[in-house]
């Protein structure tokens, strides 16, 4: 929807403080209602800041995941090219009929009796670090490898081929990256994947990618010629966000040391933590995003049949109506690793949440008192002001995290 005259304000905005969200989403949420946003193309669309909004929004029918929709509030350039006909992108009943393929990989009990493996990976890293002596770069020793190296093992991707995937999940997360330069990466990766395939057919392993070719290959399932772009996605929803929110919880907790004490002393606070954290950062910054099929009303404004709503989870998850403060509750912007916040929306809400959730709250439960146990000392190695966080990035997070003990 194009609009004449003076520009709503645009879309993604900064975050001012890196641990707040942007001024102006909480100034819409308090204000009710949705709101107009200007995105990159110049278009405009609806933004929705309250939780039982989003909320709505994402388990309405009346709106389409599509980006195929002419309509459709693009994140940028590429994204219909790339991700037209993708099973995430589609609506349902398609959407769940090929995502009920994949379910069963990333069921509560298949990542819970993971936790073993991933203590283990933990545990490696962990004295990879203490080896090398501070400081480290948190992301790069611990944050980046712990999910990746587990999202490999589901898969059956080889590891030490990670430079392609973080390559491909660098350029499909960045925003001031180019055409060219995301497409380039994004071809590279699919005839990465598309060789890795190849290989499977051949020769399947005990692993998930090897299981879809011979259960879910074929008419009825996933097109051969999707398989590729399937598999990459995969690969980079399993590590990308998890890694980021691993490097962003630590940070949390050692600028919070009554949170981060409280977690070491009691271990049972893993579950509440994960919740309490993926709530406080909310590291989705630009989707999810949706198009009005028919006219539909949403927190009192009526949305018309063509027109494009984006929801800002991090606006959502500090929702007071939501998240407290009641009496002794800490306020929605601060942080409480014992806060009951499993109805946040950092995974997205309806039928296209994430489908790795399951497997990103162990990782999360197992690394962070993990890290803390071993390295009780553990401290930020540069001034809190100076860590790099990521200013136009889909997924929010840190280029680095130098730490020392």
């Given amino acids: 929807m194009t609009v004449t005259g003076e520009k709503p304000p645009f879309f993604p905005a900064e975050r ?32 929705a800041t309250r939780h039982a909004d989003i909320r709505a929004v994402l388990s309405s029918p009346s709106f389409s995941a599509d980006v195929r929709h002419p309509d459709f509030p693009l994140v940028h350039s590429n994204q219909a090219e790339h991700e037209g006909g993708i099973f995430l992108r589609l609506d349902d009943p398609e959407h769940a009929r090929l995502r009920q393929m994949l379910t069963r990989e990333f069921s509560v009990k298949r990542t819970q009796a993971m936790r073993g493996e991933l203590l283990k990976i933990t545990d490696e890293l962990i004295d990879a670090m203490l080896a090398k002596g501070g400081p480290v770069d948190l992301i790069q020793d611990f944050a980046l490898p712990m999910p990746s190296r587990a ?44 060789s890795l395939i190849e290989r499977k057919r051949r020769d399947p392993g005990d692993d998930m990618t090897s299981r879809l070719i011979t259960d879910h290959e074929g008419p009825d399932g996933f097109a051969p010629e999707m398989m590729p772009v399937l598999v990459g996605i995969l690969v ?14 630590t940070v949390a907790l050692l600028l919070n040391p009554d949170q981060r004490d409280r977690l070491r002393e009691h271990p049972e606070l893993a579950a509440s933590t994960a919740e ?68 946040h929306v950092a995974f997205g809400f309806g039928s296209h949440q994430c489908l790795g959730q399951n497997l990103a709250r162990v990782e999360m439960q197992v690394a962070w008192p993990r890290l803390f146990e071993r390295i009780p000392t553990l401290r930020l190695a540069v001034p809190a002001e100076d860590l790099p966080f990521k200013k136009n990035s889909i997924v929010y997070g840190l280029k680095s995290l130098p730490v020392e003990w």
């Fill in 236 to 249: 980079g929803a399993g590590h990308e966000t998890t890694a980021n929110m691993l490097g962003l919880g």
């Fill in 151 to 194: 999202i490999c093992a589901i898969l059956g991707v080889p590891y030490e081929d990670h430079d392609v995937f973080q390559q491909h999940a660098n350029a499909g997360t960045d925003l001031d990256v180019s055409y060219e330069e995301r497409d380039r990466a994004l071809r590279t990766a699919f005839d990465y994947y598309s």
């Fill in 16 to 47: 001012s403080c890196p641990f707040s969200e942007p001024p102006k989403y909480a100034e819409f949420r308090e204000a009710g209602g949705l709101h107009k946003v200007t995105i990159w193309n110049g278009t405009q669309h609806w933004l």
């Fill in 276 to 343: 309490e954290m993926l709530r406080y950062w909310s590291i989705v910054s630009t989707d999810p995003r949706r198009v009005a099929l028919e006219d539909v009303e949403i927190g009192g404004q009526l949305v018309r049949k063509g027109e494009g709503v984006i929801v800002s989870l991090i606006a959502g998850n500090r929702d007071s109506r939501a998240f407290g403060a009641g009496e002794g509750e800490c306020p929605a912007d601060q942080l409480d690793v014992g806060r009951n916040a499993r109805h």
